[in-house]
């Protein structure tokens, strides 16, 4: 009947269909991108170094929620000019070399990349004002090896207390060093610093906002000051910054203070690796020794008892193992 709906007409009703742009695998090329480094981090924006310009630039939406990080190697289309209110766009993060990692405790499962691309950890420490940390110099050790970086001590105000004291206890595990004093001269930092991207951690107030502008002097990096009460620094640097040595002697990371290091990132039966001479002396250690000091017919033991292996170089290493499995402080 005219007007009138019936139960078949269904089977001619077809419902209309939504316009869709066709769906591709095909991906941009951005055959034009150039290259690119990220000398800082703000709240999602990021600063660029591209060809010896300062460049701004945000993540493009297909690198969906791939982490960038200061030292990453980018590749950058758009505006690369430089000049006052442009923005580029990061399109791909080349493979990284090294990554410094962190957790927040050592309960934490979340990883936070510090830097990348950096090949030498300096681990900042005052010998004195603030007091030094020895179980915080522990772990950014054992994080260096993790990263498979090359770890240096660099030992600050030397002026108040003798260095040796310190040195001491790190002598035996191989790691190099250099003593700075307040005012002094720096040939050795530079030297060590030299050819080298290195990164600068330690906690605040051991003097490294003071080290990083003697070594870039436009870098103007804020200097706290330690609390008489507390001991502790005051935080000053907010985010890490790459920095370029003068005259293209290499590059610098300087990072926030730190007052925590967390290393749930780290196994533990990895860390045995990061000393050759050591890791041969545990082949006969029975199925699922840590090579603590409790283990019981540990290959350190029996190396240290027949002269072949330095007792204290042992101990240290034990240290560094207790430093990974424990949260003391």
Same mark, same amino acid.
């Given at each position: 009947?005219?007007?009138?709906?019936?139960?078949?007409?269904?089977?001619?009703?077809?419902?209309?269909?939504?316009?869709?742009?066709?769906?591709? $695998?095909?991906?941009?090329?951005?055959?034009? *991108?150039?290259?690119?480094?990220?000398?800082?981090?703000?709240?999602?924006?990021?600063?660029?170094?591209?060809?010896?310009?300062?460049?701004?630039?945000? $993540?493009?939406?297909?690198?969906?929620?791939?982490?960038?990080?200061?030292?990453?190697?980018?590749?950058?289309?758009?505006?690369?000019?430089?000049?006052?209110?442009?923005?580029?766009?990061?399109?791909?993060?080349?493979?990284?070399?090294?990554?410094?990692?962190?957790?927040?405790?050592?309960?934490?499962?979340?990883?936070?990349?510090?830097?990348? #691309? *950096?090949?030498?950890?300096?681990?900042?420490?005052?010998?004195?004002?603030?007091?030094?940390?020895?179980?915080?110099?522990?772990? *950014?050790?054992?994080?260096?090896?993790?990263?498979?970086?090359?770890?240096?001590?660099?030992?600050?105000?030397?002026?108040?207390?003798?260095?040796?004291?310190?040195?001491?206890?790190? %002598?035996?595990?191989?790691?190099? !060093? /250099?003593?700075?004093?307040?005012?002094?001269?720096?040939?050795?930092?530079?030297?060590?610093? *030299?050819?080298?991207?290195?990164?600068?951690?330690?906690?605040?107030? /051991?003097?490294?906002?003071?080290?990083? #502008?003697?070594?870039?002097?436009?870098?103007?990096?804020? &200097?706290?000051?330690? #609390?008489?009460?507390?001991?502790?620094?005051?935080?000053?640097?907010?985010?890490?910054?790459?920095?370029?040595?003068?005259?293209?002697?290499? !590059?610098?990371?300087?990072?926030?203070? &730190?007052?925590?290091?967390?290393?749930?990132?780290? =196994?533990?039966?990895?860390? &045995?690796?990061?000393?050759?001479?050591?890791? =041969?002396?545990?082949?006969?250690?029975?199925?699922?020794?840590?090579?603590?000091?409790?283990?019981?017919?540990?290959?350190?033991?029996?190396?240290?008892?027949?002269?072949?292996?330095?007792?204290?170089?042992?101990?240290?290493?034990? %240290?560094?193992?207790?430093?990974?499995?424990?949260?003391? !402080?």
């Amino acid at each position: 009947m005219s007007g009138r709906y019936s139960e078949h007409d269904h089977e001619h009703y077809e419902r209309p269909r939504r316009r869709t742009r066709p769906r591709t $695998k095909e991906r941009p090329t951005y055959d034009d *991108a150039v290259d690119g480094r990220v000398v800082t981090v703000d709240r999602g924006r990021f600063t660029l170094l591209v060809d010896g310009r300062t460049v701004m630039a945000m $993540k493009a939406r297909p690198l969906g929620r791939k982490g960038v990080v200061v030292g990453d190697r980018v590749r950058v289309v758009g505006d690369t000019s430089g000049d006052e209110g442009s923005l580029a766009r990061i399109v791909e993060v080349t493979e990284r070399t090294t990554v410094l990692r962190r957790t927040a405790d050592d309960d934490d499962p979340v990883e936070r990349v510090i830097v990348a #691309n *950096a090949d030498q950890l300096v681990v900042v420490t005052a010998l004195a004002d603030p007091e030094p940390r020895p179980r915080l110099i522990d772990r *950014a050790l054992v994080a260096a090896y993790d990263a498979g970086m090359r770890p240096l001590l660099c030992l600050t105000k030397a002026d108040l207390a003798d260095p040796e004291t310190l040195l001491g206890t790190y %002598r035996s595990l191989g790691v190099p !060093w /250099v003593v700075t004093r307040r005012g002094g001269d720096l040939t050795g930092l530079r030297e060590a610093l *030299a050819g080298r991207t290195s990164v600068l951690l330690g906690h605040s107030g /051991v003097g490294k906002s003071t080290l990083v #502008n003697a070594l870039v002097p436009d870098a103007h990096r804020e &200097i706290g000051h330690v #609390n008489a009460v507390t001991g502790r620094g005051r935080h000053t640097s907010t985010s890490a910054l790459l920095l370029a040595l003068p005259e293209g002697a290499g !590059w610098i990371v300087d990072t926030p203070g &730190i007052r925590s290091f967390g290393l749930a990132h780290v =196994e533990p039966e990895r860390l &045995i690796g990061f000393f050759p001479d050591l890791d =041969e002396m545990t082949e006969d250690c029975p199925r699922g020794c840590t090579h603590g000091e409790d283990e019981p017919e540990c290959g350190l033991d029996v190396a240290v008892s027949e002269g072949d292996a330095d007792p204290e170089r042992v101990e240290s290493f034990r %240290r560094l193992l207790v430093a990974r499995s424990g949260s003391d !402080w």
